[in-house]
């Protein structure tokens, strides 16, 4: 390997650190905004239940993640095209429907329960994309230890049957940071191979912290807690994802450059505050509505995870 390919691959990061303190102001500027973004709650999820400086939060969230699914979808067309003609459309012709599937699963499910495991979904995926940053060749079970931890967290926060009790709720808190430690993540923390079992403590002792306190919260504050770390794990994965892809292309691509990163994020997000104010573009809510985020969220999601599977298939038939 030529010094200039290693100088290059050391460049190829996901500034994870300048990415967390951009998260820290973006979360701080979504709940201060003076302005509305949206006049009033997604429909059937958290009507009633969530403070206006929340729903700011929740639609910033919704806005730059639309942008962020239009450079996702458009690095995924530039790497089907490498894919013959068939295999190219039979790609394509799958994410439409796996599509259909989504619409119907959210109109079975319902869009409260359809949004809750779409944000489960989406921890997995910040893993994976986590571990592909860091360069880690092999993947371990401890890696995904968040998931099961947000998963807890999730049920716990917004209890249902023997979770409504806090001892229930604190046994099974400790027994998954146990299992965590011994199967893994001691390990991991004590020589800092990858921190993501931080992560995974961090949120189970976030779950103990909030069923101790269930008793004296309002739901709106209940909605609130669960927007503020869909929000952090949401504008931390743009970020990351924004400064690799950027890193990777070396200044070549204009599109992924920082000023027009900025441009199609402020281009989105003001589309999607036109349209959740003028009766006009009403056509567009399925599209740009928070209301229907979370749909966009879970295909942008099984998209990410069906490319590789395509690619896979397609060598193995060569």
């Known amino acids: 390997m030529s010094p200039t390919s290693i100088d290059t691959e050391m460049k190829v990061t996901s500034r994870p650190y300048l990415a967390l303190g951009l998260t820290f102001l973006l979360l701080g ?20 239940s ?33 894919f013959s003609s068939g295999s190219r459309i039979g790609y394509w012709t799958t994410v439409g429907i796996l599509l259909l599937f989504l619409i119907a699963l959210r109109t079975w499910l319902g869009v409260a ?13 910040f893993v994976k994309a986590e571990v592909f940053f860091s360069g880690i060749k092999e993947t371990r079970a401890a890696y995904y230890s ?25 046994a099974g808190s400790v027994a998954i940071a146990a299992a965590v430690l011994v199967f893994g993540g001691w390990k991991m923390l004590a020589t800092a191979d990858v921190l993501l079992p931080l992560l995974t403590l961090f ?31 949401s504008f931390y994965h743009y970020l990351t994802a924004y400064f690799y ?33 003028l009766s006009k573009l009403g056509w567009l809510q399925p599209l740009l509505g928070v209301e229907w985020f979370t749909l966009w969220v879970a295909l942008h999601l099984a998209a990410s995870d069906l490319q590789p599977i395509w690619k896979k ?3 193995i038939e060569q």
């Open 113 to 125: 329960v359809f949004s809750l495991m779409a944000w489960v979904y989406n921890i997995a995926h």
């Open 245 to 277: 892809a950027e890193s990777r292309s070396n200044g070549e691509s204009k599109a992924l450059r920082g000023p027009s990163i900025l441009v199609v994020n402020v281009a989105i997000i003001t589309a999607g505050i036109g349209t959740a104010w």
């Open 313 to 315: 298939r397609i060598s």
């Open 146 to 170: 968040p998931v099961a931890a947000f998963a807890w967290f999730t049920v716990c926060l917004f209890p249902a049957g023997p979770l409504d009790n806090p001892t229930v709720a604190l």
């Open 203 to 233: 949120l189970l002792g976030e779950t103990m912290v909030w069923i101790s306190y269930g008793r004296y919260m309002s739901e709106s504050f209940r909605v609130g807690i669960y927007i503020f770390h869909i929000a952090a794990a």
């Open 50 to 82: 969530i403070a206006a400086e929340t729903l700011n939060l929740y639609a910033l969230t919704a806005f730059a993640g639309l942008s962020h699914f239009a450079y996702a979808w458009r690095g995924q067309w530039i790497a089907s095209r490498r």
């Open 29 to 48: 500027a979504g709940y201060a905004m003076p302005l509305k973004l949206v006049p009033e709650p997604p429909k059937h999820i958290w009507q009633g």
